[in-house]
């Protein structure tokens, strides 16, 4: 009986170290598997695509925007340039719509100017054609064969560019002699006028005996709406 005693106690009492070892393993086996899925949901967290607010999905997302703003404004300025420099081309090119007078544009007439003596006389040139054109500068005058063009009076230059409109005048005195006894004059029945700009010339012949010229004292003044006092008078 007490064998019998002695050995139901080594049964139980190794039945129990049993049991203990094999809770142990299996709280290790749980623990492996907690750490298992911890690092599995690790793998999923870090494999995961950024949702927009993460920290790197808004500077990535920022920094395209900004490029693109920054390209956008750079365009849109570019296109601003090319607008305003179209609108200056443009504006450039309507001022210079205005082509210079020709001899098929303005009809051009003499006549003496007070007297006697006749010492000035004056050039009218009258816009005949159905556009505005400018008269440039002052005319070139050749009054007797052999010289050049007559000098101009600076002090008759107008303040504007004298643009003529259809049908509107504009003048040029001319002076000739300073109407002295003892002058060296020679008589002019007919000269020329050129314009300005490859204008053309014209052929025009002075009134009754002609007009009596020094060519040492000839000059011309510029064409001009109107003749001023003082601008013109030399």
Not at 79 to 104: L, Y
Not at 205 to 225: E, F, I, L, N, S
Request: proline residues 6%.
């Amino acid at each position: 009986m007490r064998k019998l005693a002695n050995r139901t106690a080594v049964h139980a009492v190794a039945a129990t170290a049993v049991l203990a070892l094999a809770l142990t393993a299996c709280g290790e086996d749980g623990k492996d598997d907690k750490s298992s899925g911890a690092a599995a949901d690790t793998s999923k967290t870090a494999s995961a695509p950024a949702k927009p607010g993460q920290e790197d999905g808004t500077e990535g997302s920022g920094d395209a925007k900004g490029d693109a703003g920054v390209e956008s404004a750079k365009g849109s300025g570019a296109g601003t340039s090319a607008a305003k420099s179209t609108g200056a081309a443009k504006s450039s090119t309507g001022s210079a719509a205005v082509a210079a007078c020709t001899t098929k544009d303005v009809k051009i007439t003499t006549a003496a100017q007070d007297g006697p003596p006749v010492t000035h006389m004056l050039l009218t040139a009258k816009n005949t054609s159905s556009r505005k054109c400018e008269l440039k500068g002052y005319p070139l005058v050749h009054l007797q064969e052999g010289q050049g063009e007559l000098a101009p009076v600076a002090k008759s230059k107008p303040p504007v560019p004298v643009v003529l409109n259809p049908g509107a005048p504009a003048y040029a005195l001319v002076k000739m002699s300073d109407g002295g006894m003892d002058e060296d004059v020679e008589p002019v029945l007919g000269f020329s006028v050129s314009l300005q700009g490859n204008g053309g010339m014209a052929i025009l012949k002075a009134p009754g005996a002609g007009y009596a010229v020094d060519g040492k004292k000839a000059v011309t003044g510029y064409w001009t709406y109107e003749l001023a006092n003082g601008r013109d008078d030399f």
